[in-house]
């Protein structure tokens, strides 16, 4: 249980173009997602948290006209990155909260998703 | 706001060897520290958590203790394998609706 998908698994693409990442939870419904970015040998960098039906909030220093985010249900949460350019580069990792005990907080992660902006 | 700190930062061991990584959060609120292990390209994967209100916790081959005083806690993998060899990160939270605060992560080498 709790697996979280992505799509694509990697994308390449030219610079000034749009790219979208879908981010689903496949066995259970999350009111919560969450979108990372991670750089070669880096830690994970929150770049925004979006709950179902809401506006996402975005984190100090990520433009949020650039990473548009739709938390559209309870299973699918999706990234677009807007006019890319090559230094939006990174691997992007989304992850989702599963629902437990009151209080509890589990986010599982999915497989991640490559882009390259030549 | 929480900052973790995570060592080593990479941890070369042979196999059978038990492997050890620290963490040390700062905010004495966090009461949900996670740990994943992330292979090359792949997302990170949940191994093993554990809540404030536990001191220790064990999977088969995998441990995590907790000490809320001193503001730390630990990943022990005993009898380590090849197949350990991945990125560990840990991470701290507040519980509840609040976001994680990872660690920069522990490159953990295993060597046949």
């Known amino acids: 249980g709790a697996v979280v998908s992505q799509h694509p698994s990697w994308v390449i693409c030219k610079s000034g173009t749009s790219v979208k990442i879908e981010c689903r939870s496949l066995d259970f419904q999350a009111t919560t997602m969450f979108w990372y970015r991670q750089f070669p040998k880096q830690s994970l960098m929150l770049m925004a948290t979006s709950n179902e039906g809401s506006k996402a909030t975005y984190e100090q220093g990520v433009e949020k006209d650039k990473f548009l985010i739709n938390h559209a249900s309870l299973t699918l949460s999706t990234l677009t990155v807007t006019s890319a350019h090559p230094e939006d580069s990174s691997f992007y990792i989304c992850?989702?909260?599963?629902?437990?005990?009151?209080?509890?907080?589990?986010?599982?992660f999915g497989p991640g998703t490559r882009l390259t902006v030549l | 706001g929480e900052n973790v700190e995570q060592h080593p930062s990479t941890l070369s061991v042979q196999e059978g060897d038990s492997a050890v990584i620290k963490c040390t959060y700062s905010?004495?609120?966090?009461?949900?520290f996670p740990w994943y292990k992330q292979e090359l390209g792949k997302g990170p994967q949940l191994i093993i958590d554990?809540?404030?209100?536990?001191g220790e916790k064990k999977d088969q081959r995998i441990a995590v203790t907790l000490n809320k005083t001193a503001k730390h806690f630990s990943l022990h993998i005993t009898e380590t394998q090849p197949e350990d060899s991945a990125v560990y990160f840990c991470?701290?939270?507040?519980?509840?609706?609040?976001?994680?605060?990872f660690g920069k992560g522990t490159m953990l080498l295993v060597s046949p």
């Open positions: 991470a701290a939270s507040r519980g509840g609706l609040s976001t994680l605060t």
């Open positions: 992850s989702a909260r599963a629902p437990g005990l009151a209080g509890q907080n589990e986010q599982f």
């Open positions: 905010d004495s609120a966090s009461n949900y």
């Open positions: 554990i809540r404030s209100n536990v």
